[in-house]
């Protein structure tokens, strides 16, 4: 049985098919000329941008198939909470049916410290924190985040600081995916591996700062991007690649 996200769109003119990853099922639920609704199965993405629509994917029949509803089990009883573009849809093995997926994104609180501040009120879910002090990220022990209420610095700051401290939250329907992976390099690195996240677009930093995109390259295998600098990297260098898959 293929079991495979879906991603619902309402007609042909819906567009935000550059945030659907390569091995997805897209659903248009309104066509012309068409069988409606209509189940493809998207395996290229070449050419594809954010103002594509989904009737100039349909004329690229290179890039999707035809995808059998009869291949998901229990579609009929789908519950959707909400519809509109870009919904989606996956596989729940406990209860055995396609459900809403509830998938997360980053919302940002800045705050301008007083002198010696150390501890900022933010409410999160521990582990779901990134903690920046006038835009340079700061590493996981560097602070504590564990009550879910503040964020305490193991050094206070000093008068008028930037602190900026980013929450992960989720929300339903569909956005893409936010996650971080975070690396130490070898001496002269060049290579990194993000297992298990494909994509294109990405926050790329080293020791805490942002490396300019013509710095480094990404490419991916449909299952792990690889990020490779220009330049090796020092020995020790903290690489954090934020991204959405």
């Not at 248009?28 to 009737?55: M, Q, R, V």
């Not at 690195?189 to 013509?214: L, M, P, R, W, Y």
Request: glycine share 6%; proline share 3%.
């Amino acid at each position: 049985m293929i079991r495979k996200p879906i991603f619902s769109f309402d007609d042909t003119t819906s567009t935000g098919i550059d945030v659907v990853p390569v091995d997805s099922v897209i659903l248009i639920e309104n066509n012309t000329g068409i069988d409606s609704p209509l189940l493809i199965y998207l395996f290229d993405k070449t050419g594809i941008t954010s103002s594509t629509t989904i009737a100039t994917l349909l004329t690229l029949t290179t890039q999707w198939t035809l995808f059998s509803a009869g291949d998901l089990d229990d579609l009929d009883n789908v519950t959707i909470t909400s519809k509109q573009d870009g919904d989606l849809v996956m596989w729940d093995a406990s209860s055995s049916k396609w459900i809403n997926q509830t998938v997360s994104y980053m919302s940002t609180t800045d705050f301008t410290a007083t002198l010696n501040q150390d501890t900022f009120n933010i409410t999160y879910d521990p582990g779901g924190v990134e903690v920046f002090i006038d835009g340079l990220k700061l590493r996981s022990d560097e602070y504590t985040a564990s009550n879910g209420t503040s964020v305490v610095l193991d050094v206070p700051v000093a008068a008028d600081t930037w602190v900026q401290i980013k929450v992960k939250n989720t929300l339903a329907p569909y956005t893409p995916n936010f996650d971080t992976s975070n690396f130490t390099a070898t001496a002269s690195q060049t290579v990194f591996v993000i297992t298990n996240g494909v994509f294109d677009k990405a926050i790329v930093s080293t020791n805490g700062v942002k490396d300019k995109s013509d710095t480094y390259s990404l490419s991916d295998n449909g299952v792990d991007t690889t990020l490779t600098f220009n330049v090796g990297r020092s020995l020790n260098d903290w690489i954090s690649v934020d991204y959405f898959a």
